[in-house]
């Protein structure tokens, strides 16, 4: 089991930056593809960005492409989301996820941390 818990939500102006963290306990977490994904309401849940195990490959929605990086920290368990240039369309719940090697798709989640960016 793996278990997930992102932190770094809140509220933010148009224009402005934050940083989502999730934070990953139990299994080995290194061994383990990162993902953010969000879900604004009435909108199904859409892929953000994710990152390798070892962090050299990186892949983004088009959406926010040029304005979120992300980024893992292996000896801290941890991977991060830097958003920047944030837009009202950006507001929706985001969640981390882990995806098992070899996996096509998150076997983890966790529990989502809101994020919204007023105009």
């Known amino acids: 089991q793996v278990q997930l818990v992102e932190s770094g939500g809140g509220l933010v102006q148009a224009g402005g930056s934050l940083r989502l963290s999730c934070a990953a306990s139990?299994?080995?977490?290194?061994?383990?593809?990162m993902g953010w994904f969000r879900q604004a309401p009435g909108k199904e849940r859409e892929f953000v960005a994710a990152?390798?195990?070892?962090?050299?490959?990186?892949y983004y929605a088009d959406s926010v492409k040029g304005r979120f990086t992300i980024f893992r920290d292996n000896a801290k368990n941890t991977v991060y989301l830097q958003m920047n240039r944030l837009r009202p369309e950006d507001t929706a719940v985001y969640y981390c996820?882990?995806?098992?090697?070899?996996?096509?798709?998150?076997?983890?989640w966790g529990r989502g941390t809101q994020v919204t960016v007023s105009a």
């Open positions: 996820a882990a995806t098992a090697p070899g996996g096509s798709s998150p076997d983890y």
């Open positions: 139990g299994r080995t977490f290194r061994a383990y593809a």
């Open positions: 990152i390798g195990w070892s962090g050299g490959h990186t």
